[in-house]
């Protein structure tokens, strides 16, 4: 089995920093894309930041320049460095892990299991 574990998060004023951790752990081969996503109240979920296994990252424009995504590989895990927050930040993130099991097995996707993120004006 696969886990994701989320860890960070939680209560910030406008323009603070917050920091984001996920560790993945259990049966893994080897993991592709690593990334963040988020959804609001009344929102789809939407893709935050991702990162491969080379290190490769791409943003959402609403974050560029503020989130910086970041990953171990020998540890398996993936960060995202939020600064400059702002009200429209809030939201749930989690992060997803697109991996293998085995060296011929499926690559699927697992998420974490969410953390808060709420940024008051």
């Known amino acids: 089995q696969v886990q994701l574990v989320q860890s960070g998060g939680g209560l910030v004023q406008a323009g603070g920093s917050l920091r984001l951790s996920c560790a993945a752990s259990g049966s893994i081969f080897s993991i592709n894309v690593m990334g963040w996503y988020r959804q609001a109240p009344g929102k789809q979920r939407e893709s935050v930041a991702i990162?491969?296994?080379?290190?490769?990252?791409n943003y959402a424009d609403s974050v560029k320049g503020r989130f910086t995504i970041s990953r171990d590989n020998a540890k398996n895990t993936v960060h995202l460095q939020m600064n400059s927050l702002k009200p429209e930040d809030t939201a749930v993130y989690y992060c997803?892990?697109?991996?293998?099991?085995?060296?011929?097995?499926?690559?699927?996707?697992?998420w974490g299991q969410g953390t808060q993120v709420t940024v008051s004006s």
């Open positions: 990162i491969t296994s080379g290190g490769i990252t």
């Open positions: 997803k892990a697109d991996l293998r099991m085995s060296m011929r097995g499926d690559r699927r996707d697992y």
